[in-house]
């Protein structure tokens, strides 16, 4: 099944699911890192930068306070994940 959807749409989808993966201990953030690197190319450039100062910032919240972001397999794939975009 092919599913059309205009950039905005895209964008309010993939913020959404990175805000509800951010944090959590589960499979999903590395299928949220997936869904970001596959649709990357989809979003202008101040949508997913965007993005990205987001998960920068929960990272810096977590390592201030001495915790991770999720389990700490979960904070070093977020960790390596925007690292690509420094």
Known sequence: MKIET????????????????????????SDVINL????????????FEGMIR????ELSRCERNKMFCGM???????RKFVEKYS
């Open 36 to 47: 970001l690197t596959k649709y990357e190319c989809c979003l202008e450039p101040w949508q």
């Open 6 to 29: 205009n950039r905005d749409d895209l964008y309010v989808f993939l913020t959404c699911t990175l805000r509800y993966a951010l944090g959590r201990s589960s499979y999903i953030v």
């Open 54 to 57: 987001e998960i920068r910032n």
């Open 72 to 78: 700490e397999m979960d904070h070093n794939a977020w």
